[in-house]
């Protein structure tokens, strides 16, 4: 079957680092994306690996191991405008490439 | 400017009504998809469409259905057998639906609420 799992809730400090986790379980793995979702709007992406290894981007980076089914995504010099959720999605080869979502999320940078 | 626009953002109806949720887009995308958001999960893929005039269903279609007339438009409607219409309802589209170029932008959402 297909399951992804993230905490539900993370608490971090403006200026600090964080790491979101992610694990995640699927048939025919092809990819894993990052979203942001600040509350009530759309989801934006964020980072795509389908490689192991670190995606760097600005303050954003994303990490995969494919062999252990897990990412995190790393976000370094935290701003309150960073209170978001944090969207995981992974591409399924099974059933022609679904996109799975994570609950997300839920990011609160306090000053 | 480029984009996927929903509307409208917040919506109310009554139990029983039929109602149908704008979603268009002017990327030059092949795909498109629905997705509706519930608190505390994942989004959950309600119909998609590769190209025009085909579609297929999600994994949660049931009282649902949509249209895809034009590249640039594919409209949900949420019928009355729609047991839980409540939700945020998310339009997305993507280049094609090829894995390395299908990565997915969202629109702004519609907000249902059915009283």
């Known amino acids: 079957g297909q399951n992804i799992d993230q905490p539900t809730e993370m608490t971090a400090t403006e200026g600090a680092i964080v790491q979101i986790n992610c694990t995640y379980q699927?048939?025919?793995?092809?990819?894993l994306f990052w979203y942001q979702q600040h509350a009530g709007e759309a989801p934006t992406f964020l980072s795509y690996?389908?490689?192991?290894g670190l995606e760097e981007k600005g303050r954003f980076s994303s990490f995969l191991s494919r062999s252990k089914g897990y990412s995190y995504l790393l976000l370094k010099e935290l701003q309150m405008k960073d209170s978001a959720s944090y969207l995981c999605?992974?591409?399924?080869?099974?059933?022609?490439?679904?996109?799975?979502f994570g609950a997300g999320t839920r990011l609160f940078v306090k000053a | 400017d480029g984009g996927i626009t929903q509307s409208p953002k917040y919506l109310f109806r009554k139990e029983g009504q039929n109602v149908t949720l704008s979603c268009e887009q002017n990327?030059?995308?092949?795909?498109m998809y629905w997705y509706r958001q519930d608190p505390g999960q994942g989004l959950r893929l309600i119909y998609y469409?590769?190209?025009?005039?085909?579609?297929q269903k999600g994994d949660i279609a049931e009282g649902y259905s949509v249209s895809r007339e034009k590249k640039e438009s594919f409209p949900l409607t949420v019928t009355s057998a729609q047991k839980n219409p409540t939700a945020f309802y998310l339009c997305?589209?993507?280049?094609?639906?090829?894995?390395?170029?299908?990565?997915?932008?969202f629109g702004p959402g519609t907000r249902l609420t059915v009283l």
């Open positions: 997305a589209s993507s280049l094609t639906r090829t894995p390395s170029t299908d990565t997915q932008y």
């Open positions: 699927t048939s025919g793995f092809n990819g």
């Open positions: 690996n389908v490689l192991d």
């Open positions: 999605a992974v591409r399924d080869m099974a059933g022609g490439f679904k996109t799975i």
């Open positions: 990327l030059n995308h092949d795909a």
């Open positions: 469409s590769q190209i025009v005039n085909d579609f």
